[in-house]
């Protein structure tokens, strides 16, 4: 009965998720570039023109509103007083001798003719603000309808990008945890063979990947430890013959910046859902408001594509933010496919060769 277990296949498929990963990037790429060339040309074309005469039609509304809510008051105040003025005046009327009469209805007939002509003031106020309103609706029409087209546009690539970006995601996720699936089982073999390595939860090489800011170190000292302990168990049998290490650490460096500046870094600098490929922040998307996460956290909103103000926004040309996107992708994919590759290599020398081993009972329980 075999002792160790071959995981290749494990392996394998993490690979083929990769390969699909990076051909779903490739994608969002080509995707990106076509919304990029849409938005460029709604922000640096359209929206100057299609904001000053929005804010005038704000600006207009606003001080039209101002002004009819002036002129409904002197309205109350003058309907107010002509009632006051018409009780007065029957009053006095009646006792034409009464001074306080003659006063209070002093008062109210100048009030009277004052808020009469603010009234009538206002009204040609109002007319003209109308008038304003009018003409920056009219200047606003064409642009709004070139916006909306512009937005209309633009739209489906963008919907388009998002979807694929959220497919990338969730596939991250399972290859993660396929990933890490298939270290914990040559872990597990590792441990039945090697008596001088310290013991524990092999389920850690899983859970490693999935958690916030520890998954940016543990999961790369995870992988390096099985490297280096499977080399040395197999040199201690004389199954391979490499004296030592001298590139394990170049390899591991390489894997895991390429895989912190691709999928932690660039996010941050091309921006909207592309951060989902950081998987917390999209876990953070998946709980939150949407709005919010834009509005508040500015999480959308962010980076070299999206918005008008995001980093690097006014960067040209964009095309060397997406080069480097691509290349540490690909950089990033492709190498941890070698590394698998050339783990299962190893992982099938161990299995060809356990008649070699001394195997340590029941660890594979702890």
């Known amino acids: 009965m075999k002792k160790f277990t071959n995981n290749a296949l494990w392996g394998v498929i993490s690979m083929v998720l990769n390969l699909v990963i990076l051909c779903l990037v490739v994608v969002s790429a080509v995707q990106l570039g076509n919304y990029d060339k849409k938005n460029i040309y709604l922000q640096d074309s359209i929206m100057p023109t299609y904001s000053f005469w929005t804010d005038s039609v704000r600006y207009s509304e606003e001080a039209l509103g101002k002004k009819q809510n002036s002129m409904e008051g002197y309205t109350k105040l003058f309907e107010d007083t002509k009632a006051s003025v ?44 109308k008038d304003t309103v009018g003409y920056a609706k009219a200047g606003l029409k064409p642009w709004a309808d070139k916006y909306n087209a512009a937005v209309n546009e633009a739209s489906p690539t963008l919907g388009g990008f998002n979807i694929v970006i959220i497919i ?17 089982l040559n872990t597990k073999n590792l441990r039945r063979v090697s008596t001088w390595w310290k ?43 490499e004296a030592n290490d001298s590139n394990h650490m170049e390899s591991i460096s390489l894997w895991w910046g390429s895989m912190i500046f691709a999928k932690m870094v660039m996010p941050l600098f091309i921006g909207g859902l592309t951060i989902c490929l950081n998987v917390w922040l999209f876990v953070l998307l998946g709980v939150a408001d949407v709005d919010v996460a834009a509005n508040s956290l500015g999480l959308l909103g962010f980076g070299t594509y999206f918005g008008n103000t995001g980093l690097f926004f006014y960067l040209r040309p964009h095309v060397i933010v997406m080069a480097l996107y691509l290349i540490g992708w690909i950089v990033y994919l492709g190498y941890e496919c070698y590394m698998i590759f050339s783990y299962n290599k190893l992982n099938k020398m161990m299995c060809d060769n356990e008649d070699k081993f001394e195997f340590v009972e029941n660890t594979d329980k702890k």
């Open 199 to 241: 013991k524990g939860n092999d389920a850690i090489n899983i859970v490693a990947w999935l958690i916030p800011i520890y998954n940016l170190f543990k999961p790369c000292a995870l992988f390096s430890n099985l490297i280096s302990e499977t080399k040395y168990a197999l040199r201690d049998k004389s199954i391979i013959t």
């Open 168 to 184: 990338t995601s969730i596939l991250l996720v399972i290859k993660m945890i396929c990933f890490g699936y298939w270290m914990m």
């Open 86 to 129: 018409d009780k007065v005046g029957k009053l006095l009327a009646a006792d034409p001798e009464n001074d306080s009469l003659k006063n209070k209805y002093y008062s109210d007939t100048t009030h009277l003719k004052d808020y009469g002509e603010n009234i009538t003031r206002l009204k040609t106020e109002v007319s003209l603000y």
